[in-house]
């Protein structure tokens, strides 16, 4: 099975949280509509309280890991930590307002990494929505940061997320969020990992469980890991502790599933 890694970034209230729900329901990861990303007793299942929000879907024999970042300046560093952890980025704009300060903030982090975005134009149903000038304002920001030739080569999706409706051109039909999928497959690179070398991985986020204690969430760049093997963790400063692997956990939708390898 492929699998592809990528963040979600948007302003507040510009539709990351509505556009990953619709994601997650119209993939049947999530049966209650009702039921958010937002939820707060979804965060902390047995105990657990996951700061960033993890989840994934698995769509045409491919799983698609989901994160949510922080778009906050206040939040920089878990943001970059975030986005070294993905290979693309949803870069979600509001269609009347545009881009907005913590669209640039994220917006930048994101391309001084090599990310090429996807746009989603969001709330397209709005009275006052202006899409196409919307998508100017995008691509000039993109400019104005600095993006290459690549990055500013980038593919828009126009959606209204509540409805979880999205389409590649605004005179097309549309029922659901399958062009946002299709274009999730087809535009972000999947993972490559060589399982034969020395076992790597990167942590971005943190959790806790009244059992366990601190869990480590993160990407595996290279190798395989197995409960009960051995591994070091190397802090910033160059010291490094040994620990053991007591239990794994993998994503699926918004549960977390354990898993021996």
Do not use: C
């Not at 119209?26 to 657990?48: C, F, P, W, Y």
């Not at 999205?166 to 969020?177: F, I, P, R, V």
Request: proline content about 4%; hydrophobic content about 40%; cysteine-free.
């Amino acid at each position: 099975m492929e699998i592809r890694n990528i963040a979600i970034i948007a302003h507040v209230d510009h539709g990351k949280t509505k556009l990953t729900d619709g994601l997650l329901q119209q993939t049947g990861m999530v049966k209650d509509a009702s039921i958010s990303m937002d939820s707060n007793a979804l965060e902390q299942e047995r105990g657990i309280t996951i700061y960033s929000k993890n989840t994934s879907l698995f769509y045409k024999d491919t799983k698609v890991n989901i994160v949510d970042t922080p778009g906050h300046a206040d939040f920089g560093s878990e943001v970059e930590r975030v986005l070294r952890s993905v290979d693309s980025v949803i870069l979600v704009v509001d269609a009347q307002e545009g881009p907005m300060p913590q669209t640039k903030f994220v917006l930048k982090k994101s391309l001084a990494l090599g990310i090429k975005p996807i746009v989603v134009i969001n709330k397209i149903d709005k009275l006052a929505a202006r899409p196409d000038w919307v998508h100017e304002k995008v691509l000039e920001l993109f400019m104005d940061l600095g993006a290459n030739n690549e990055q500013l080569d980038f593919t828009t999706v126009y959606a209204i997320a509540k409805d979880g409706i999205a389409k590649m051109n605004l005179s097309d039909e549309s029922k659901d969020l399958t062009p946002l999928l299709d274009t999730i497959l087809a535009k972000v690179p999947a993972v490559k990992v060589d399982t034969g070398r020395p076992f790597a991985f990167q942590p971005f986020n943190l959790a806790y469980d009244n059992y366990l204690g601190r869990l480590g969430i993160g990407r595996v760049y290279q190798g395989s890991l197995k409960v009960g093997d051995r591994v070091f963790i190397k802090k910033h400063t160059g010291e490094i502790i040994p620990g053991g692997i007591a239990k794994l956990y993998t994503f699926e939708g918004m549960a977390r599933k354990e898993v021996p390898e």
